[in-house]
């Protein structure tokens, strides 16, 4: 029988507000790193699953990636990544690579319903974390993972991130200029690999109510990145044009370009006839309706440089703000190109809640954390918890999850444990932290979350 959920409901955030988890009672162990396992884990987390990111004992890299507690920085201190990916989760430190580890890893498998790691396959099976090791402990878990390459190929072994799989999937080269490949600043494969590998998880979930076993859902960075940009990759095996880059202008239909007003810079983006005809009309030239080089989307692309060099002589003399009003006015998709800071003080932006403060421990101001990105009426997800600390919850999750009720007696309404199974835990205690603590009489204070168990 499973454990009790280690949430009782409590919503630090969201307010008081009643939402139904539509995810409640799935128990999620979280062994990833940095974006794509983490946060496919922590979409689940804010449509109610029970996710525990186990970390390495000195924290995992990810933790202190763009760091943004106060100190200095020849310090480790937490980051925006580890904030975002990592909200709604309770914590544990672990190493499944040590014997103790790893006995404690499968006594928590064997509660679970999913099992996050995006690593790659030979990492996965020295930590006892394949699928063949793991649902021999438990037939009905679901194991997810993510890896660069994915598993069966000559690459499958290799180590990557986001950018290597940018840059294998022929977006860096076209988005840069000839002679200049450019790479995307933001982790959109990273990102995207996440989104898949929570639908993918979703789905093996649904099966498993059919066929009673769990399976392997497996993403990878570079078919997340293929997949994004298989129209290019489509033409070119059809039709062998070999597309060289044009920096920001696009070449399967214009106006599709960044353009520089008088105060700063605006993107227009033009496709089908209907939007073709509005923007002629905005320029007040029906000309570009009569030639024929701009007939269709494609032959627009292809002569989109002199498309791009009327908007730009039309933006030149506006400001960003007259240039954005008259493309409104006429129902052409434009914006601005904005800083960081100009995104942050958007009224949208502001009013949507897209970005949601998150408090932490140490931090001067909440941390801004993305809130999730897709908005259902009636079961909405919400985030409810910050990120944890550094092995905040082991006693909390080893005495529920490992021990559980039987084999600690949970012992009655002081919710202490018996001695015996308060020394086993202070041992188990000592793997997770790798340091023994003192243990009296039988009885151990080993945290602050169990440091009212008496015998």
Request: hydrophobic letters at 40%; one cysteine or more.
């Amino acid at each position: 029988m499973a454990a009790p959920p280690l949430f009782q409901g409590h919503n630090d955030i969201h307010g008081d507000e009643a939402v139904v988890k539509v995810l409640e009672g799935v128990r999620v162990l979280d062994f990833g790193r940095y974006i794509a396992g983490p946060y496919c884990g922590a979409l689940l987390a804010d449509f109610g699953a029970e996710v525990i990111r186990i970390e390495r004992r000195e924290g995992s890299e990810d933790r202190w990636m763009i760091p943004i507690m106060p100190g200095e920085k020849t310090t480790e201190r937490e980051g925006a990544m580890f904030f975002q990916m990592n909200r709604n989760k309770k914590g544990m430190t672990l190493d499944p690579m040590k014997p103790e580890g790893r006995a404690i890893a499968r006594r928590l498998i064997e509660t679970a319903d999913v099992v996050i790691a995006n690593l790659p396959p030979e990492t996965l099976k020295s930590m006892g974390l394949d699928y063949e090791t793991i649902s021999a402990i438990n037939p009905r878990v679901v194991l997810t993972t993510a890896s660069a390459f994915g598993h069966g190929g000559p690459y499958s072994n290799r180590v990557g991130f986001d950018g290597v799989a940018q840059a294998m999937s022929g977006a860096v080269y076209m988005s840069g200029a000839p002679g200049q490949p450019t790479r995307a600043a933001v982790p959109w494969v990273d990102f995207s690999t996440a989104m898949l590998a929570a639908y993918g998880t979703l789905a093996a979930l649904m099966a498993r109510q059919q066929t009673g076993r769990g399976q392997q859902v497996e993403g990878a960075l570079l078919a997340t990145a293929l997949t994004v940009g298989v129209t290019t990759l489509s033409e070119q095996a059809a039709l062998g044009i070999d597309r060289v880059p044009t920096g920001n202008r696009g070449q399967t239909a214009a106006p599709s370009d960044l353009f520089q007003c008088t105060d700063g810079w605006i993107i227009v983006l033009v496709n089908g006839n209907p939007l073709f005809r509005r923007w002629a009309k905005l320029m007040g030239e029906d000309h570009w309706l009569a030639d024929p080089r701009f007939a269709t989307d494609e032959l627009r692309g292809d002569n989109g440089a002199a498309v791009s060099e009327r908007t730009a002589l039309w933006c030149k003399d506006k400001t960003v703000a007259e240039a954005l009003s008259l493309l409104e006015q006429a129902r052409v998709p434009a914006s601005p190109v904005y800083k960081p800071q100009q995104t942050l003080d958007d009224p949208h932006v502001q009013a949507m809640g897209f970005l949601q403060g998150v408090d932490y421990p140490g931090l001067p101001k909440p941390a801004l954390v993305a809130a999730t990105p897709v908005k259902l009426s009636d079961t909405p997800g919400v985030i409810e918890h910050r990120a944890p600390l550094l092995g905040e919850h082991p006693a909390q999750i080893l005495v529920q999850l490992v021990y559980g009720a039987g084999e600690s007696a949970a012992c009655g309404p002081a919710g202490a444990v018996s001695r015996a199974a308060t020394a086993r835990l202070a041992r188990t205690m000592a793997i997770v932290h790798g340091t023994m603590r003192k243990v009296n009489s039988g009885c151990a204070v080993v945290c602050p979350d169990i440091s009212s168990m008496t015998a």
